[in-house]
């Protein structure tokens, strides 16, 4: 089965950091390009950051530019996001979400979320 | 930043409804766009991608239609399902954006 799975979320407080992880399994994971993806509570989608198949291409979000790193280990099928000098306004759902291949479009996958909250 | 303008915001439908949600782009994008359904407490699910292509496994009620800065999703018969919240988003040039979403509501 195709699946998405994160973790590492929790409570911390302003100025804390925290590592989320996305754990990839049924397909492979080398091959697509991935994304960060948020939903603070009551609130639409925001896209946060995309990594490259390789690692090589990242992109961020400016909400969150210098602040947080995306970053992937092919050989653990494993997906993360390093988030420094968190705030308020970073509570949120994170979800990690898989590209469709080319020639297809949009996010195809998505795992379940992790609940990041910032608050003293 | 391709800024996205999505209606309506909440929208009350019966069952057997025809619905559509409207998304209009700050400038053209072809048609890298997708269509998302969440219900809540669930992460997003793809329906549509390159604007009017149905995901493998979407019911063919859901269409997509649309190129440049305009587009939209309809619903043929609404079902009890498909009361939920709507996304559109761009994927034709970072960084990727999404619509403010629609709820469809039971009316």
């Known amino acids: 089965e195709v699946q998405l799975v994160e973790s590492g979320g929790g409570l911390v407080q302003p100025g804390g950091s925290l590592r989320l992880s996305c754990a990839a399994s049924g397909f492979t994971f080398s091959s697509y390009e991935m994304n960060w993806v948020r939903q603070a509570p009551g609130k639409g989608l925001e896209w946060v950051s995309y990594?490259?198949?390789?690692?090589?291409?990242?992109y961020y979000a400016d909400s969150v530019k210098g602040r947080f790193t995306i970053s992937r280990d092919n050989a653990k099928n494993s997906l993360y996001l390093q988030m420094n000098s968190l705030r308020a306004e970073d509570t949120a759902v994170y979800y990690c979400a898989r590209e469709a291949r080319v020639g297809a479009g949009g996010f195809d996958i998505w795992g379940q979320g992790t609940m990041v909250t910032v608050s003293s | 930043v391709i800024w996205m303008t999505q209606s309506p915001s909440l929208l009350s439908a019966s069952t057997g409804d025809r619905v559509t949600i409207s998304c209009r782009m700050s400038q053209g994008i072809s048609s890298y766009l997708a269509w998302y359904q969440q219900k809540p407490g669930k992460a997003p699910e793809l329906l549509i991608y390159a604007a009017s292509t149905l995901q493998s496994g979407v019911p063919s009620r859901f269409s997509g239609s649309g190129s440049g800065t305009d587009f939209t999703l309809t619903i043929s018969c609404l079902q009890s399902e498909d009361f939920a919240t709507y996304y559109c988003?761009?994927?034709?040039?970072?960084?990727?954006?999404f619509g403010q979403g629609t709820k469809v509501e039971i009316k």
């Open positions: 990594i490259s198949s390789s690692g090589s291409t990242i």
């Open positions: 988003q761009q994927y034709y040039s970072f960084p990727w954006t």
